[in-house]
């Protein structure tokens, strides 16, 4: 006999162990007396099982599946660390909301097997399925005076309506985070876009070691000043500094000799050459493989295209 209690029961209906998949070791399950706040269905995947957690938040797998296409009674709502709704539908069990929906509360329960028994309301029936598996259900007492059913479709309601503002405040919060995720990437295009056409208007001009620009600049003087003036950003004034800032997306040492690769690059990404404790020159990722820099006092400022014979050792993430 399970000693957990499942909540999957309907006005005359048992719990089989159809109910669940794959459950050779458990050949019961008992249901508990309780107050449904909701009652959903499993929409997961045809003839699969959505597993059983001991907890919505780093809970543990039971062991055991609620069948696709059964209907559940929902104790309990509650929400996890990453936003995402689960149900109680046990003592302790728990499923994530996600594979489910709602159905009426008139809905009955599913069961995959015919009783021969008239249920009636005690405590607790034992019933023979067809199949010749035994199922043992709770129902309750009712009740016969109206004011006791009065309280009882109050505190229903109440527990209804907490319900649903959980599900709604965990959408809201699911909503506002893909509002904040789209706006914040919508900025950064469009600081990339800035600093894009900022930098390529200063190919052509000169190098001049410890030049701070407009007129002139160094490898790291024209990165500080470009990423000040077309997105706001201000960044350290020399290569040794500026390694030190964003998210590194790629070191050589890390990626066993391999040179970066265009793929994994985005457009104002930082590119340095040298060890990250020792960066001897920097460049501004334009996209296409090509990049801006104040190379030499030769070159001057100059728009070049990544190659293996020059690729750079380190990638900083900056936007």
């Not at 996600?98 to 029936?125: E, L, Q």
């Not at 160094?218 to 000040?228: A, E, G, N, R």
Request: with cysteine.
């Amino acid at each position: 006999m399970i000693k957990h209690k499942l909540f999957k029961l309907g006005a005359a209906a048992a719990l089989t162990v159809t109910g669940v998949s794959a459950i050779t070791s458990l050949k019961t399950a008992r249901a508990a007396n309780f107050t449904a706040i909701k009652r959903v269905k499993i929409n997961y995947l045809p003839g699969k099982g959505l597993n059983i957690w001991t907890n919505y938040n780093k809970g543990k797998f039971m062991g055991y599946r609620a069948k696709d296409g059964t209907i559940w009674n929902v104790a309990e709502t509650a929400v996890d660390k990453k936003g995402n709704l689960w149900y109680k539908v046990g003592t302790c069990e728990w499923i994530e909301a996600r594979y489910t929906v709602d159905v009426g509360m008139d809905t009955p329960a599913s069961t995959n097997a015919k009783t021969k028994d008239t249920v009636t309301n005690v405590s607790t029936k034992k019933l023979t399925a067809k199949n010749g598996v035994n199922n043992v259900i709770s129902l309750g007492t009712v009740t016969k005076k109206s004011t006791k059913k009065s309280k009882a479709t109050k505190a229903k309601a109440a527990k209804v309506k907490k319900a649903k503002q959980i599900v709604d405040a965990a959408v809201k919060k699911t909503s506002k985070k893909s509002t904040t995720k789209k706006v914040a990437s919508t900025q950064a295009s469009s600081k990339a876009g800035a600093i894009v056409a900022l930098a390529k208007q200063q190919v052509g001009k000169p190098y001049a070691w410890g030049a701070n620009g407009p007129d002139s600049f160094d490898c790291s003087s024209l990165v500080q000043y470009v990423f000040k003036n077309a997105a706001g950003m201000n960044l350290p004034r020399t290569t040794y500094d500026q390694v030190k800032v964003g998210q590194t997306v790629y070191q050589k040492s890390q990626a066993n000799g391999q040179p970066v690769s265009a793929n994994n690059l985005q457009v104002g990404d930082l590119l340095f050459w040298g060890s990250e404790s020792s960066p001897y020159h920097v460049a501004i990722y334009i996209g296409n493989n090509q990049y801006v820099n104040a190379a030499t006092p030769e070159q001057g400022t100059i728009l070049q295209t990544m190659t293996s014979y020059f690729a750079p050792t380190i990638v900083k993430r900056v936007l």
